[in-house]
């Protein structure tokens, strides 16, 4: 996983709530085996219509999405992540995600950024007017700012999730920074607890 300590870059106004991991990226794709060319199949059953908002060319470069409320909700699959940063977002804003759906997004370096209850509409109405609109989302401070709508809030961050972050640490990376108390358990571990066949 690559650190993120500031994602800054225009949106996609994605006016639409309870979107579920199955509409960000429908059942059919799931049967690839690795975790790229999901983003071919990001939004797939509504990219049919040619009104989406993926299909307008003035937001072809966005790399932060806005949404409505309750993103990501439905079943655990996280290639619904996969998908969204495929395609090249880098971080997600909604008043709120499913717990499972968050979780991912931390796991796999996609920020999800929590805000009040009618920010993102206001986000998203100034985003439809203006799509130059540059939003920046600072890890480390735990703010989203948007200088051209004099838009500027936090949202919440764990600490331990920021430290994911700045760090660039998937499970596997913050497991090998425990390498050396790992190591020193083992070689202290009693004589007759089981040991690997390794």
Not at 103 to 128: D, F, H, R, W, Y
Request: glycine share 8%; proline share 5%.
């Amino acid at each position: 996983m690559e650190a993120v300590h500031i994602v800054t870059g225009t949106a996609v106004p994605l006016d639409r709530s309870d979107v579920d991991t199955d509409q960000i990226i429908p059942a059919e794709w799931l049967k690839r085996v690795e975790r790229t060319g999901f983003g071919k199949g990001l939004f797939s059953t509504w990219r049919d219509d040619r009104d989406f908002v993926l299909n307008d060319e003035r937001f072809a470069h966005a790399t932060i999405l806005v949404a409505g409320t309750n993103f990501g909700t439905g079943s655990s699959r996280e290639h619904a992540v996969w998908a969204l940063m495929d395609y090249g977002f880098r971080a997600v804003v909604a008043p709120r995600f499913s717990d499972i759906f968050r979780n991912n997004c931390t796991k796999n370096g996609l920020v999800p950024v929590i805000v009040e209850e009618g920010i993102e509409a206001e986000l998203i109405a100034a985003i439809q007017a203006d799509p130059s609109i540059e939003l920046t989302i600072d890890v480390e401070r735990s703010t989203l700012e948007a200088p051209a709508i004099g838009l500027s809030v936090e949202f919440p961050l764990d600490d331990s999730v920021r430290h994911r972050f700045l760090e660039g640490l998937d499970d596997i990376g913050i497991t090998m920074g425990l390498a050396d108390q790992i190591d020193d358990y083992e070689s202290h571990r009693p004589s007759w607890m089981p040991v690997s066949a390794a």
